[in-house]
């Protein structure tokens, strides 16, 4: 087996895999959000560090929705691109800085489901990436932010793995650990792909640094910027009829932001 140390997100296709196993129940659950939180119809939605895309396409294509989104990542980018064009798809998204940047015209609705938002490493930039988003939703619009909170009682999940194939392209994924630094709020885990072709293997190891965040620090954050109202919590199990409540046990939450 080939081996590289790599920046996982150079590789858009085995990236869209991996990370596309929730897909079905993520869009279930944003289509039903669009309807219950949204004021008026939902007709363009946003995606901030949006990557292959692996949502913006299924809500336009399904949905019939224009779609936009950024990514520092140009490799993803150009992904997403080209397949929102070679579906004749309306909606691109751009290379750019979640952490400040501008659209032309807001959306009705955004989102961001998968942890995303955690590589925001201050609380500048992270108050810099709601303030952006407050530019970029309108008043009466929702942001959908799903990401991992930091239990402050309670064991929490440390390793993960998982597997993911499409055609004769299997993916072994497994993430663990490195370092966690509560002072610091600095997160680093090691991620590996082992990619199975076939007429080749290979593995790919990349490090993630992640900022944590409690639930109290969590709504301290969503408070400083005046714009957004936290509505709603969910979990990962994305069932828009059971809610939950953020406390020292909470772990995967999708929090649903909405534009005031």
Known sequence: MKKSKANIYDFPTYYDLVFGSDTAAELRFLVACFERFVDGRVRRVFEP???????MYRLARSHGLE???????????????????????KGRAQVGDMSDFAVKRPYDAAFNTINSFR?????QAAVGHLESMAGAVRPGGIYA????LTPTRGETTDEESWSARRGQLAINTYMWPIEKNPRKRLERFGIRFDVYKPTESLRIEDVLELRSYTYRQFEKLVEAVSSWELVEVYDFG???DQPIRLGPTTEDVVAILKRR
């Open 119 to 123: 590589h925001l490493p201050t609380e």
């Open 238 to 240: 994305y069932d828009v």
């Open 49 to 55: 560090a949006c990557g292959t895309g692996r949502l």
């Open 67 to 89: 779609v936009g989104g950024i990514d520092l990542n140009a490799k993803a980018v150009e992904y997403c691109n080209e397949r929102l064009a070679r579906l004749e798809l």
């Open 145 to 148: 932010l799903g990401l991992h």
